[in-house]
Structures are given as C-alpha cells and as structure tokens.
C-alpha cells in the first residue's frame, strides 16, 4: 500500500508529457489528483485519457502558474475538492532552443517568469496548506540537469531551472520544522516529446533536428513512465534531492568536482551545433519546424526520435498542437 492512498496531489503543467504522467502516477498510489494547465483544451483532454486510460480520479483546474492570484485560487479550490492539499509538484515549463544571439531579453523573461516565478507562486499559494495535512505536506520542484550546469543554446532554460533548484533546496531547509518535504527534481533528458512544444531560435530547422534526435537517443534520454514513477517515489520517500539518467548523474557529479572541465567541454559541444545569432527572427514551434518538411538532417531525426514521436502520441503532444500551419512566434526584443 503506498503512503500516499487516499491524499489529495495537485499538479501544475499536467495537461501533456511529464506532468500528465505525474498525475498518472499519483492517482495509480491511490492519490485524488488536480491537474492545473494554462489551456482548457489540453485539460479537458488529459482528464479524458487518465480517467479512461489509466483509472484515475482527476479534477482539472485552468491556471497560469505565472499568476500569483490564479495559483491562489488554484490551491483553494483543490483544497475544496481534495479535502485539503497534501502534496503538491511544480511541473509547468517551456523550453527555448538556440544560441543565445538569436534569442533576446523576452525569452529569458519568459523561461523565468513560466519557470521561477511559477514555481515561486505555486510553493507560496500551498506552504500553508501543506503546513495543515495530517499526512506531512509534500512539495517537489521540477529543476532539470540545465539547472545543474549550463547547457549550450538553452541557457533561458537553464537559467530558470537553476533557480527552481536552489528555490527547492532552501524551501526544504526552512520548511523541515513544520512537517513540510521539499524535494528538488532535476531530471536529465527523458523522452516526452517535448521536442513538439519547445521553440527554436536562430535555425530553427537545424536546432530542431539535433534536439529532437538527441532526446530521443535511448542512451541519453529516459523513458518518461520510468522517471514519473522513480519521482512520485521520491516524493513519497521525502527525499530531499533526485538527479534522474545515469548521464546527468555523471554530468552533476563531474560538474561539481571539476566546473572548469565540463564548462571547457560544453565549449567543444557549443562549436558543432548550429550558428545563428541573429536576434531578429523570433523563435518557431517545434511542431510548425516538424509540419514544414524542411528539417536539416531529417533521416538523422527520423531515425533517433523515432521514440520520442511514440511518446508525444501517448502523452497528449500532438492533441495540443494547432490544426492549421503556424506563425513566428513575436520578434526577440
């Protein structure tokens, strides 16, 4: 029987890939789960797959993670449904691929406002909830190995995972007194297919390709099902920290011993993919990039993403993506 039957979870950025299998995985260990997201659509259509697919008593709430006063509300009304509020994982993201000339201020804004500052409100709305469970409240932040050192053509990402990292750490070092759990998740690649959601900057054709093939490398990425359970268990487990894919281990560990070293190899890494500092040609979705026929490598990305394009199918990735041939996105400012 697992510990966490019968409590009440909510999980924000659960409508698609890594936070949909999160809240698949709560209510599987018997939690009643809240799934917030931004768009309505993608929740109806969550809901729909876990209650049909998976068993799973789900309540959906439309919240932006960005907005203090909507994660408010968001927390209350799980609270109202759920009995209380027990445990809570900060899920919501976006990802933005592209060397650092072609993306602008807006985009670092973006990734932290989305990230940081949702991860921010999301642990202020429910510490006081998580104060009141009987069961011991329990939070998880969801940084990445971005956060644990930085990561060429995605640093608004990194720069955002970095701070839900230390955000997790020290919310579990003041948070232990009251019976609160904190735990920092920093995942390395896992196979969600994210690739379909993320935007790309610079060339776009040419950063979608080597990113879609490389989180499809089955040596590099994770099955995604695998890393919800391996981070619902820590959850459980009340562990303060979990570094998931024996890559990023190795990368946080050789990292933490010899900085010099990693940053000199990224350095290598940075030079073999794709120029294009260009600051003005906004950035593209990675579903617009996929639609156009045009991608660079493309038998490279047919053959190592193969994986990735099962899970987006399974994770509600492609139920999310617009019908009709997208637009840029706004110029970088």
Known sequence: MSDLRGLSAVVTGGSRGLGLLLAKELGRRGSRVTVAARDGHELAEAAELLRTGHGVTVHTVVCDVRDEEAVGRLMAEAAAHGGGVDIVIGSAGIIQVGPVGSVGVEEFRDAMDTMFFGALNTSLAALPYLRNSRAGGRLALIGSIGGLLAVPHLLPYS?????????????????????VSVTAVHPGLMRTGSHLHARFAGDPDREFAWFAAVAGLPLLSMNAERAADRIVEAVERRRPRLVLTPMARIGARVHGVAP??????????????????????????????????????????????????????????????????????????
């Not at 720069?159 to 019976?179: F, I, N, R, S, Y």
């Not at 950035?283 to 990305?301: I, K, N």
């Open 159 to 179: 720069c955002a995972k970095a701070a839900v990292g230390t955000l997790a750490e020290g919310l579990h070092e003041e948070q232990a007194q009251h019976g």
């Open 260 to 333: 010099v070293v990693t940053t000199r190899l990224n350095s290598l890494l940075a030079r073999v993919l794709p120029p294009g500092d260009d600051a003005s040609g906004g950035t593209v979705e990675g579903s617009v990039v996929a639609r156009t026929g045009r991608v660079a490598q493309a038998r490279l990305v047919t053959l190592f993403s193969r994986l990735n394009g099962r899970a987006a199918e399974r994770f509600n990735q492609y139920g999310a993506v617009p019908a009709g041939p997208g637009e840029r996105a706004r110029p970088s400012s």
